[in-house]
Every structure is written in C-alpha cells, then in structure tokens.
C-alpha cells in the first residue's frame, strides 16, 4: 500500500546533499512506513540552510519538492501564483499511490482541499494540526475549517486535536504522535529518579514568537528571587531573541538560550527539568508537551484548544489563563511551593497519560479508524 502526504514542512538541502525537514513532522512520516510500503511526501523546498531541528528520511519514504508559498502580505500572492506547479507535482504523484494524507491548515489548501474534492478518486483524509476551536483565524485558515466541516464527504476522515462533541462523526479526535517505544523506555527511568530537590529547572521549548508567549515568560521572572530556582532553558529560535537575550540579563536567575536543536538534545533538557513553559496565545496540542510529560516535567501552560483534556490544574499541572506575566509569575511561585510528593504524583500521572502520544498508539488508530 503507497501513501502521498501533502504538507507544508520546510525542507532543505545540506551541503552533503541530503535532504532534511523539520524534525516532528519527518518522524512521524518515518513512522507510518509501518503501515505504507511506500511514501512519497511533496512539500516545500526551501533555499536556506538546514536548521539543527531538520532531520533525513528513513529507507521507504520519498520527497519530492513543491515551490514555497505564503508568509508576509505580498509573499501571499505566491500561492496562487505557484499553484499550477504545485498541483501538477500532486497531480503526478498522486497516479500511482492508494491513500493520500493532506495536513492542513496551509496556505496550499485553498487550491488541495478543492482539488482532492473534485479532481481526485484516491481515498485520502486530512490531518488537522491547528486549533481546532480558535476564533481569531485567518480568512484562509477559515475557509479551510469551513470546507472541511460542511463540504468534503462524510466519508472522509479528518483529524483534529482535541475531542469536541458538537463536531459532526467525520471529525476524529486524534493525539499528535511524538514518542517511540524506547523513549518510553528511557522515559520512565527518569521518571522513577526524578526529584524536586533545592534547584529547580524550568525550559521552554518553541519558536521565540509573541504567538509562543516567551515574552511573558521572561517578564514573570524579573521579579523573581528565590533561592531554589536553579535555572531556566529556551529552545528554539525567532525573531525575539535578541530581544530577550537582552532582557534575560535582568534577570536574577541563569537564563539558557540554545537555539534550535535535536531531539536528543532537547530531551537531555527535559531530563534536567522539572517545568516546561508553554504560554501560547494559540495551539492545537504541542508535541513537547508529550515529550516533556514522558520525562518528567510538570506542564505550565495555557488553557487553550485541547490542552486541558490532557491537564487539569493542580492534579498533574497548571493551566495559565489569562495568559500575563502577572498571572504566570504566581503561577512560577505555586511550583516553587510543590512538594516533593506532589511533584512524583503529578509526574507519574503525566508518564502513563503520555502514552496515547506514542507513534505505536498513533499507528494503531490509523489503521482502525482511517484505514479500516
């Protein structure tokens, strides 16, 4: 059985020749390789150099390259004006495969959504990763909720985070996979080690976005002098990094910027951690939350999409809302006042909930639900 999944994943080309795209997405594409012989993935090819978080391929999967689309306000104009390319990639692509796999919201889905409609007689369901309940969306980001709610078959499967019972039978509630079976593994080692001790760890994981909310992170630590906080640690890169460089020298606490890294990088974090900070204005279920969870770190995150399915306040983590630096600093001081039994309990709650975001759980409903 051959897949073809559509996406918009960022991929490059590295001096060696090889071909990486961003690390989340390529994993769980190498995953499915389990239940597809073959997978062809069309998606962007991007002229700068790979960053640390872009991965290769395993042996089953093959890319092809669409032209990249969207961004600023002019640059939108370029997905219309690329769409001929892109569709007749698609188009060819998608002859000789069983399935396809479109994962939206993207600016292409304006052109793919139609197109699968109405000029495609392959079975194929859509993977939405966005927030499913915002309200603030863009018009195209609307219009792609509205399509896929009212117009496409009934027949057709689409994923979304977050179970929403109001959402008619099609619409499946689907965890974002991020977890093999040997982290699991390595996982629960931590777990059964982990203690609060008098130096706590706090990360953040994520672009360095106002979207991502890391500007309130920063803010809610200035005012903060306590003896027990050991450090905290940013992963990711943006456009407020300097920015925050700048103003995490206020800070009375050891402040970490690492960049983009790998995952193996990321989890020796997370290993460290006894906090991940995730003060998004809008999500739909970050996949290090999972990760996070499955090393033993407490979430501190916002209430917002899905996430309190998964995280109730002060039973295995603390939900921020509203989402300002205010409320997250009394939220920073609440953790500082966890006991080391409260923390084990919180931890081995979020250790056996992490397991529905495993690939082997992920797999499994693929092939129940969506390719009976």
Same mark, same amino acid.
């Given at each position: 059985?051959?897949?073809l999944?559509?996406?918009?994943? +960022?991929?490059?080309?590295?001096?060696?020749?090889?071909?990486?795209?961003?690390?989340?997405?390529?994993?769980?594409?190498? !995953? *499915?390789? &389990?239940?597809?012989?073959?997978?062809?993935?069309?998606? %962007?090819?991007?002229?700068? %150099?790979?960053?640390?978080? !872009?991965? !290769?391929? $395993?042996?089953?999967?093959?890319y092809? %390259?669409l032209? @990249?689309?969207?961004?600023?306000?002019?640059?939108?104009?370029?997905?219309? *004006?690329? +769409? @001929?390319?892109?569709?007749?990639?698609?188009?060819?692509?998608?002859?000789?495969v069983?399935?396809i796999?479109?994962?939206?919201?993207?600016?292409?889905?304006?052109y793919?959504? %139609?197109?699968?409609?109405?000029?495609?007689?392959?079975?194929?369901?859509?993977?939405?990763a966005?927030?499913?309940?915002?309200?603030?969306?863009? *018009?195209?980001?609307?219009?792609q909720?509205?399509?896929?709610?009212?117009i496409?078959?009934?027949?057709?499967?689409?994923?979304?985070?977050?179970?929403?019972?109001?959402e008619?039978?099609?619409?499946?509630?689907?965890?974002n996979?991020?977890?093999?079976e040997?982290?699991?593994? $390595?996982?629960?080692?931590?777990?059964e080690?982990?203690q609060?001790?008098?130096?706590?760890?706090y990360?953040?994981?994520?672009?360095?976005? $106002?979207?991502?909310?890391?500007?309130?992170?920063?803010?809610?630590?200035?005012?903060?002098?306590?003896?027990?906080?050991?450090?905290?640690?940013?992963?990711?890169?943006?456009?407020?990094?300097?920015?925050?460089?700048?103003? !995490?020298?206020?800070?009375?606490? @050891?402040?970490h910027?690492?960049?983009?890294?790998?995952?193996?990088?990321?989890?020796?974090?997370?290993i460290?951690?006894?906090?991940?900070?995730? @003060?998004?204005?809008?999500?739909?279920?970050?996949?290090?939350?999972?990760?996070?969870?499955?090393?033993?770190?407490?979430?501190?995150?916002?209430?917002?999409?899905?996430?309190?399915?998964?995280?109730?306040?002060?039973?295995?983590?603390?939900l921020?809302?509203?989402?300002?630096?205010?409320?997250?600093?009394?939220?920073? +001081?609440?953790?500082?006042?966890?006991?080391?039994? &409260?923390?084990?309990?919180y931890?081995?709650?979020?250790?056996?909930? +992490?397991?529905?975001?495993?690939?082997?759980?992920?797999l499994?409903?693929?092939?129940?639900?969506?390719?009976?």
């Amino acid at each position: 059985m051959k897949l073809l999944v559509i996406s918009h994943t +960022a991929h490059y080309i590295k001096s060696d020749g090889i071909v990486v795209g961003w690390g989340p997405t390529i994993k769980e594409i190498n !995953a *499915l390789t &389990t239940i597809f012989d073959e997978i062809i993935h069309v998606a %962007p090819l991007h002229a700068e %150099p790979a960053p640390n978080s !872009a991965i !290769a391929y $395993e042996t089953g999967v093959i890319y092809k %390259p669409l032209k @990249p689309s969207g961004g600023s306000f002019l640059k939108k104009l370029t997905i219309l *004006l690329r +769409a @001929p390319f892109n569709l007749w990639q698609i188009y060819t692509y998608s002859k000789n495969v069983d399935f396809i796999q479109f994962r939206a919201p993207t600016g292409m889905g304006l052109y793919v959504l %139609p197109y699968l409609k109405f000029c495609n007689r392959k079975q194929y369901w859509i993977k939405y990763a966005g927030n499913w309940v915002a309200t603030n969306l863009s *018009l195209g980001n609307k219009f792609q909720k509205w399509w896929l709610q009212h117009i496409i078959s009934s027949k057709i499967k689409v994923t979304v985070n977050g179970q929403w019972p109001h959402e008619k039978q099609h619409i499946l509630a689907f965890e974002n996979p991020c977890l093999s079976e040997q982290e699991r593994i $390595e996982g629960l080692k931590v777990i059964e080690k982990k203690q609060l001790g008098n130096n706590y760890q706090y990360c953040f994981v994520g672009s360095l976005t $106002e979207n991502k909310g890391i500007q309130y992170l920063v803010k809610a630590f200035l005012s903060l002098d306590h003896t027990t906080i050991g450090g905290m640690h940013i992963v990711g890169d943006g456009q407020l990094k300097e920015q925050l460089e700048l103003e !995490a020298k206020q800070l009375k606490i @050891p402040v970490h910027f690492y960049g983009y890294l790998t995952k193996d990088e990321i989890i020796k974090i997370y290993i460290k951690c006894h906090f991940i900070m995730l @003060p998004s204005q809008s999500e739909g279920f970050p996949k290090v939350i999972g990760e996070a969870m499955n090393y033993g770190c407490v979430p501190i995150v916002s209430e917002v999409s899905c996430i309190n399915q998964y995280i109730r306040n002060e039973y295995n983590g603390f939900l921020i809302n509203p989402i300002t630096a205010e409320n997250i600093k009394l939220i920073i +001081a609440e953790s500082l006042e966890m006991s080391n039994d &409260t923390f084990q309990s919180y931890i081995n709650i979020n250790y056996k909930i +992490a397991k529905k975001f495993t690939y082997a759980y992920y797999l499994e409903r693929i092939k129940r639900e969506i390719l009976n």
